[in-house]
């Protein structure tokens, strides 16, 4: 086994860095498989720029923290037996085998360059050109200019350099959304209780219909995508598996305008992945992977062959999650979200890197002005707002602010993000107000459900991870990992804002952002894409988080809540607002306290609500003793219910 092992090969100033700068979407569809000269050019573009200096800063800790990782597998299996770990590691497999479920008939449609489409629709002289659709951040590319290695995410300026005649065009977020709920109108005849992610992928269930219409499975995608394409002219690529994961990988085979479908045995599954680059796996980004190659883990088969270690240092990297990826064995369940597993909601802008404070004041006040909307349309009322800002280094930071009241209104939330600003001056390029511990206006109060509910044990929780969504300033179809599902990753690329940034991916769900503003969340020099999400409507089933195991199965490496980064909180005066922060389940009310002072505050509330009900008891047991104090006659004597 220690034949296995391997030692990584890093270099500040070349692979590593460069394989960073070339950003998070070099597995897309229709890219070069040797991208080493386009990433070259990526490189020296970026030099010299502030976004440069911060991304080799995150390569210096990347590097580091692989460093560390690599001396505690030394330790870790210093003396041990890694064979016996071996044959306990198998009969744990052989385990996870028997969970395998082949009944379902999992699809996952994906549009195929979704607002580069919609763009040759609406204007045919596109059509062979390549062309970009944003102007300081491409949202998406063609597949034409994808041959030159141009993506999304990437600066238009960096575009030019490796395709001179590339066209860039606008974008035009209305028409996008318009086809979005034209196509999830078509799905829905498929099945109506389908999980869409972003507004241009989505993952089916079709057993039933299949059934129904008594059809394989290769003949009803066949049929879906057609259907697709003549409700809309865009053309769709789909796969066909057992599972989510499986069916997400299988749906860039064959794009664009095609379907794969996996065999459904086991050894076809597991033949399959053996040789699949883990950076394809839905949920693993570029830090992840690093990580895992850090150990030698390259491709799926690759966790077998070192399933001792990944055993050994499961906080590190995740076993469980490693293991039912070689096996293929993840979840089929297929769902939308409901109202109850959303946890936040949020907009956010980015702009032009500015130091002028009205401009970035009437940025946050348009963002109040979107939040209050969401928030009212849909129900929502909250107790904690968070600020988050993007500074012109390309750090981020979060501040936050709880309250003992519910707020909805768009003043409140203005002037809270107001007061958690740094002094001025300081330069921003983003900036964005999240709120949390949501209280659902549409639902009944239940305190009983409230006590329940938060003495319960977490089901079927996974960590989270990225999720592919929109924004006015575009489809962000770079990095997409997947939604929220049973099968999410670990969940170790905090350190990396660009890899990992649920706290807005996912856990927001935004409303369009301003078109005046910079094309897409990154800006100008910025080549890795940013993620934003719309408001959720019929055709836009975006995802809330569900709660996490991560601590449970492979906790973090702890890192202040509120920094991205090694940001400095002294040189901005950030100070974080609360260290413990709890809401009652009783009375709702947000606390901040310790552990002990929560029971307290519990006991007094469910005391003084014991008090309330013996009182309602002793009062309903004097009525009924004593019915002749109670007037019978009608009129205003009458009995009050």
Same mark, same amino acid.
């Given at each position: 086994?220690?034949?296995?092992?391997?030692?990584?090969?890093?270099?500040?100033?070349?692979? @590593?860095?460069?394989?960073?700068?070339?950003?998070?979407?070099?597995?897309?569809?229709?890219?070069?498989?040797?991208?080493?000269?386009?990433?070259?050019? =990526?490189?020296?573009?970026? *030099?010299?720029?502030?976004?440069?200096?911060?991304?080799? #800063?995150?390569?210096?800790?990347?590097?580091?923290? $692989?460093?560390? $990782?690599?001396?505690?597998?030394?330790?870790?299996?210093?003396?041990?037996?890694?064979?016996?770990?071996?044959?306990?590691?198998?009969?744990? =497999?052989?385990?996870?085998?028997?969970?395998?479920?082949?009944?379902?008939?999992?699809?996952?449609?994906?549009?195929?360059?979704?607002?580069?489409?919609?763009? !040759?629709? /609406?204007?045919?002289?596109?059509?062979?050109?390549?062309?970009?659709?944003?102007?300081?951040?491409?949202?998406?590319?063609?597949?034409?200019?994808?041959?030159?290695?141009?993506?999304?995410?990437?600066?238009?300026?960096?575009?030019?350099?490796?395709?001179?005649?590339?066209?860039?065009?606008?974008?035009?977020?209305?028409?996008?959304?318009?086809?979005?709920?034209?196509?999830? @109108?078509?799905?829905?005849?498929?099945?109506?209780?389908?999980?869409?992610?972003g507004c241009d992928e989505a993952?089916?269930?079709?057993?039933?219909?299949?059934?129904?219409?008594?059809?394989?499975? +290769?003949?009803c995608v066949q049929g879906l995508?057609? +259907?697709?394409?003549? +409700?809309?002219?865009?053309? +769709?690529?789909?796969?066909?598996?057992?599972?989510?994961?499986?069916?997400?990988?299988?749906?860039?085979?064959? *794009?664009?305008?095609?379907?794969?479908?996996?065999?459904?045995?086991?050894?076809?599954?597991?033949?399959?992945?053996?040789?699949?680059?883990?950076?394809?796996?839905?949920?693993?980004?570029?830090?992840?992977?690093?990580?895992?190659?850090?150990?030698?883990?390259?491709?799926?088969?690759?966790?077998?062959?070192?399933?001792?270690?990944?055993?050994?240092?499961? *906080?590190?990297?995740?076993?469980?999650?490693?293991?039912?990826?070689?096996?293929?064995?993840?979840?089929?369940?297929?769902?939308?979200?409901?109202?109850?597993? #959303?946890?936040?909601?949020?907009?956010?802008?980015?702009?032009?890197?500015?130091?002028?404070?009205?401009? =970035?004041?009437?940025?946050?006040?348009?963002?109040?002005?979107?939040?209050?909307?969401?928030?009212?349309?849909?129900?929502?009322?909250?107790?904690?707002?968070?600020?988050?800002?993007?500074?012109?280094?390309?750090?981020?930071?979060?501040?936050?602010?709880?309250?003992?009241?519910?707020?909805?209104?768009?003043?409140?939330?203005?002037?809270?993000?107001?007061?958690?600003?740094?002094?001025?001056?300081?330069?921003?390029?983003?900036?964005?107000?999240?709120?949390?511990?949501?209280?659902?206006?549409?639902?009944?109060? /239940?305190?009983?459900?409230?006590?329940?509910?938060?003495?319960?044990?977490?089901?079927?929780?996974?960590?989270?991870?990225?999720?592919?969504?929109?924004?006015?300033?575009?489809?962000?179809?770079?990095?997409?990992k997947d939604e929220v599902s049973?099968?999410?990753?670990?969940?170790?690329?905090? !350190?990396?804002?660009?890899?990992?940034?649920?706290?807005?991916? =996912?856990?927001?769900?935004?409303?369009?952002?301003?078109?005046? /503003?910079?094309?897409?969340?990154?800006?100008?020099?910025?080549?890795?894409?940013?993620?934003?999400?719309?408001?959720?409507?019929?055709?836009?089933?975006?995802?809330?988080?569900?709660?996490?195991?991560?601590?449970?199965?492979?906790?973090?490496?702890?890192?202040?809540?509120?920094?991205?980064?090694?940001?400095?909180?002294?040189?901005?005066?950030?100070?974080?607002?609360?260290?413990?922060?709890?809401?009652?389940?009783?009375?709702?009310?947000?606390?901040?306290?310790?552990?002990?002072?929560?029971?307290?505050? !519990?006991?007094?509330?469910?005391?003084?609500?014991?008090?309330?009900?013996?009182?309602?008891?002793?009062?309903?047991?004097?009525?009924?003793?004593?019915?002749?104090?109670?007037?019978?006659?009608?009129?205003?004597?009458?009995?009050? *219910?």
């Amino acid at each position: 086994m220690s034949s296995n092992i391997t030692e990584p090969v890093v270099s500040q100033d070349t692979a @590593s860095l460069v394989h960073r700068l070339a950003g998070p979407s070099t597995g897309k569809a229709g890219l070069s498989k040797d991208q080493t000269e386009i990433n070259r050019i =990526i490189a020296d573009a970026s *030099k010299g720029s502030k976004f440069y200096y911060n991304e080799k #800063r995150k390569d210096k800790d990347l590097t580091q923290r $692989i460093d560390k $990782i690599l001396q505690l597998r030394d330790s870790t299996i210093r003396g041990v037996d890694l064979q016996s770990v071996e044959h306990s590691v198998d009969r744990l =497999i052989s385990e996870l085998e028997f969970e395998r479920d082949l009944s379902q008939t999992i699809v996952h449609v994906d549009m195929d360059a979704f607002y580069a489409n919609v763009e !040759m629709l /609406d204007n045919p002289d596109l059509s062979g050109k390549p062309f970009g659709v944003g102007h300081g951040i491409l949202c998406t590319a063609s597949y034409e200019a994808r041959k030159y290695g141009v993506r999304s995410g990437m600066p238009g300026f960096i575009a030019k350099k490796l395709c001179p005649e590339l066209i860039l065009v606008p974008l035009h977020f209305e028409r996008y959304m318009e086809l979005s709920k034209a196509v999830m @109108s078509v799905l829905r005849r498929y099945d109506p209780t389908l999980f869409a992610v972003g507004c241009d992928e989505a993952y089916l269930n079709v057993t039933t219909y299949c059934k129904t219409h008594e059809l394989s499975a +290769a003949n009803c995608v066949q049929g879906l995508r057609e +259907a697709v394409f003549e +409700a809309t002219r865009l053309t +769709a690529s789909a796969g066909i598996a057992p599972t989510k994961m499986l069916a997400k990988i299988c749906s860039d085979k064959n *794009k664009p305008n095609g379907q794969f479908e996996l065999s459904f045995d086991p050894d076809s599954i597991r033949s399959f992945l053996r040789d699949l680059p883990i950076r394809q796996v839905p949920g693993v980004g570029r830090v992840y992977e690093q990580l895992l190659g850090s150990i030698g883990i390259k491709t799926c088969g690759d966790i077998f062959t070192y399933r001792a270690i990944i055993y050994l240092m499961d *906080k590190q990297f995740g076993s469980l999650f490693l293991f039912r990826t070689y096996l293929g064995v993840t979840s089929n369940t297929v769902k939308p979200i409901s109202r109850e597993e #959303r946890k936040s909601i949020g907009a956010e802008r980015t702009f032009s890197p500015s130091t002028n404070k009205k401009q =970035i004041l009437d940025k946050l006040n348009d963002i109040a002005f979107d939040l209050e909307k969401d928030m009212s349309e849909n129900g929502w009322a909250a107790r904690k707002v968070t600020l988050k800002f993007k500074m012109d280094t390309y750090q981020v930071f979060t501040r936050t602010k709880s309250f003992d009241r519910w707020v909805t209104r768009k003043e409140d939330l203005f002037a809270t993000g107001k007061a958690l600003l740094p002094k001025f001056p300081l330069t921003l390029r983003l900036i964005g107000l999240r709120v949390t511990r949501l209280k659902d206006l549409r639902a009944t109060s /239940d305190t009983e459900n409230n006590i329940r509910r938060f003495f319960e044990p977490l089901k079927d929780s996974r960590p989270l991870e990225k999720i592919k969504t929109v924004s006015e300033h575009g489809e962000c179809d770079i990095d997409s990992k997947d939604e929220v599902s049973d099968d999410a990753m670990p969940g170790f690329d905090t !350190m990396d804002e660009d890899d990992h940034d649920p706290s807005f991916a =996912i856990e927001c769900q935004t409303t369009g952002s301003d078109s005046k /503003d910079v094309d897409y969340a990154p800006d100008p020099s910025d080549p890795i894409c940013q993620i934003h999400s719309v408001a959720p409507s019929e055709g836009l089933c975006l995802v809330p988080p569900r709660a996490s195991e991560r601590d449970a199965i492979c906790p973090l490496p702890t890192k202040p809540h509120n920094v991205e980064g090694n940001g400095r909180l002294e040189k901005l005066d950030l100070a974080f607002d609360e260290q413990y922060s709890y809401e009652c389940p009783v009375c709702g009310k947000a606390l901040q306290t310790d552990n002990q002072g929560l029971n307290s505050h !519990m006991d007094f509330c469910l005391s003084r609500s014991a008090i309330r009900q013996a009182h309602a008891e002793a009062t309903s047991f004097d009525n009924i003793s004593r019915p002749t104090l109670k007037p019978s006659s009608k009129g205003k004597g009458k009995n009050k *219910k």
